[in-house]
């Protein structure tokens, strides 16, 4: 009896599963067209297929189908090279300063997502990165922009509720939404540990003038 009712319990949350994925099933493989193992055999028409899908605004098509041959040769290109790609583009991460290379997903293995060259693993959205700084691709950009903004897991949603519970509590009561979100936006992307944030905040004069006054910043904007 017990075990008829878990089969039964196991039944419906599968069930549950299957209907939202079903609703979905043409987008998710549309947009798995773009991960790096589909890249070689990536053709126009799923190209316009996810165009159409996602109705991105502002894309030029006639100037997209000659980015998108360009990034095509350039990928045959880097993949012709001796040197593996996994090392080609961490060899280009690593001279990204301004970029933080940690994923929310990197504990997951998905092989969508991550694709393993023997010990080592090229992720999408890394060589995505290297292809477009090779080749002029403004149209194409934006695709992939929109493509990879799209979360992979509630998960980031989830910690910022977790630290809004730190941020707005009764004794914090009296914060302005707009306080509320720039702490948010500071705690959620600054890879910079508490004592390091410290050090750079008394290190910057510009920053600590802006503090004490009322102005808004007005200075570059840097990535901590």
């Not at 297929?49 to 996602?54: G, V």
């Not at 693993?121 to 890394?126: A, E, I, P």
């Not at 149209?139 to 992939?144: E, G, Y």
Request: charged share 25%; proline share 1%; net charge neutral.
């Amino acid at each position: 009896m017990l075990k008829t009712s878990f089969i039964e319990f196991l039944s419906k949350i599968i069930s549950y599963i299957d209907s939202y994925f079903d609703q979905n099933v043409v987008f998710y493989r549309t947009i798995n067209y773009f991960s790096y193992e589909n890249i070689e055999a990536l053709t126009w028409n799923q190209v316009i297929q996810c165009i159409d899908m996602l109705k991105i605004k502002g894309l030029n098509e006639d100037c997209l189908f000659d980015e998108y041959t360009n990034i095509k040769s350039m990928f045959k290109t880097i993949s012709d090279q001796s040197i593996p790609i996994s090392d080609q583009v961490q060899a280009f991460v690593k001279k990204q300063n301004d970029i933080t290379v940690t994923n929310i997903c990197d504990d997951v293995t998905d092989v969508d997502d991550d694709y393993s060259t023997g010990a080592k693993r090229v992720r999408s959205d890394q060589l995505w990165m290297l292809l477009l700084s090779l080749t002029k691709s403004p149209n194409f950009k934006k695709l992939i922009c929109f493509l990879y903004s799209l979360p992979c897991s509630n998960a980031y949603v989830e910690s910022a509720f977790s630290q809004m519970k730190h941020l707005l509590s009764d004794k914090r009561s009296s914060m302005t939404t707009e306080l509320i979100s720039a702490e948010l936006k500071i705690r959620l992307n600054s890879t910079l540990s508490c004592t390091e944030l410290y050090k750079y905040i008394l290190s910057s004069e510009d920053l600590l003038r802006a503090i004490k006054s009322d102005e808004k910043y007005t200075f570059k904007r840097k990535y901590v």
